[in-house]
């Protein structure tokens, strides 16, 4: 099976051949340089940057693959959730493509592609000892959540944000440190050499039985903070400054998902999304996850988003015959407790709360 997996459903346009769960290609094109002046997604210059990129980024896929349109298995397109701008811009080249090469096609749901990061693999690389069941705590600039993956097709919301997503809290935390978009690495660039214990800033934990998450009580911490306590050019009181922002972030990220992961009993938890790659976020999930939980946290190329994780779920989507035709549309806003169950074991998605 060779699926060509294409991802437009925020601000990378990214388009990836995978074969038998080994992914050939995987370009991704960003757009940094667009939104950083607005220090964040402006939905409308994503669209027209998507339709600018996506046939260069399609063709280069292929062309680094070293595979011809003609031998793809399928072609499979992120459907939601995300900007319907970018929905649609990848939307209807898949539907192009597959219309043109009668192969089938596939939309996935964007949540299901980034759980299936743990299992991409590149050319000669051996698998990560990642399987079913998992926890996976997916947090990225427009999401956060946890869920238990029990197995492919069959996932439990375990809890997700009420407010912000954890990349918006870094970005808006960004914002008020001056710092430049996108505010993630910013942020974590800042904090080293930074004091972690310097300010002690709130932990909204929430109920401790349950698994969400709030960001915005911290946010307003930090601007109450940087009100009193401006750090001015004193360096090393802006870098505690991040760090002490970084690790209240971080170790509500953490704790909440070993919470998680002790309440279902699940001894194995994925970490993805452009915010699994803070160097400080996966040092703290190793040091409390060790030795009884196992962390996966894939290269960072799998961990944002990519369109080699979506042609890793149709590949499993088509194995068990789902395909989609021209009706298909893109979904915005797509629970997961909407997603089609697969055909084995039918069981659907329930929602624990
Ligand atoms: O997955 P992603 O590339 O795109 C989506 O939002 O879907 O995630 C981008 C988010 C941004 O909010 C960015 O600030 C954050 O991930 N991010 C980070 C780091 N790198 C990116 N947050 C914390 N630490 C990082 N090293
Ligand atoms: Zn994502």
Same mark, same amino acid.
């Given at each position: ?41 402006? +939905? ?5 940057? /998507?339709? /600018? ?12 693959? @070293?595979?011809?349109?003609?031998? =793809? ?7 939601? +959730?995300?900007?319907?701008? %970018?929905?649609?811009?990848? =939307?209807?080249?898949? &539907? ?6 009668? *192969? ?44 238990? $993956? ?16 954890? %990349?918006?809290?870094? !970005? &808006?935390? $960004? ?12 942020? $974590? ?12 800033? +709130? ?15 911290? &946010?307003?911490?930090?601007?109450? /903070? =940087?009100?009193?306590?401006? +750090?001015? !050019? ?21 704790? &909440?998902?070993?919470? $998680? ?45 990519? @369109? ?16 989609? !035709? ?21 069981? *659907?998605?329930? =929602?624990?709360?």
């Amino acid at each position: 099976m060779t699926i060509l997996g294409i991802e437009s459903s925020c601000d990378e346009t990214s388009a990836a051949i995978v074969e038998e769960g080994v992914v050939l290609s995987n370009v991704v094109q960003g757009q940094v340089e667009v939104h950083a002046e607005y220090g964040g997604v402006v +939905p409308e210059l994503a669209s027209r940057a /998507h339709i /600018h990129n996506i046939y260069p980024v399609v063709s280069e896929a292929l062309q680094r693959a @070293g595979r011809q349109a003609a031998q =793809l298995t399928a072609i499979a397109v992120t459907a939601g +959730p995300g900007l319907i701008g %970018g929905l649609l811009v990848g =939307l209807s080249v898949a &539907k192009g493509l597959a219309l043109a090469l009668q *192969k089938p096609l596939l939309g996935i749901h964007h949540m299901e592609g980034h759980l299936m990061s743990p299992f991409l693999r590149r050319v000669g690389e051996a698998e990560s000892g990642c399987t079913f069941p998992f926890v996976a705590l997916l947090v990225s600039g427009g999401h956060s959540l946890l869920l238990h $993956a029990e197995a492919f097709g069959v996932y439990t919301l375990l809890g997700q944000t009420r407010d912000d997503a954890a %990349g918006e809290a870094f !970005d &808006k935390g $960004a914002r008020l440190l001056g710092l430049s978009y996108p505010g993630g690495p910013a942020i $974590a660039a800042l904090a080293e050499g930074g004091d972690r214990q310097a300010i002690r800033f +709130p932990r909204a934990w929430l109920d401790r039985q349950r698994f969400d998450f709030s960001f915005s009580g911290l &946010k307003t911490a930090l601007r109450t /903070h =940087l009100l009193s306590h401006p +750090p001015g !050019d004193d360096r090393q009181a802006a870098r505690d400054i991040a760090a002490s922002y970084q690790e209240a972030l971080v170790e509500v990220l953490v704790e &909440k998902s070993l919470a $998680a992961c002790r309440a279902v009993g699940c001894r194995r938890l994925l970490v993805a999304g452009g915010v699994g790659a803070n160097q400080r976020l996966r040092q703290l999930l190793q040091e409390r996850a060790s030795p009884r939980i196992a962390v996966f946290a894939p290269p960072l190329s799998f961990c944002t988003d990519n @369109g080699a994780m979506i042609a890793l779920a149709a590949a499993e989507r088509l194995q068990r015959g789902a395909r989609h !035709d021209a009706a298909l549309t893109v979904r915005p806003r797509w629970p997961l407790s909407e997603l089609p169950p697969v055909p084995v074991g039918q069981q *659907k998605v329930t =929602l624990v709360r």
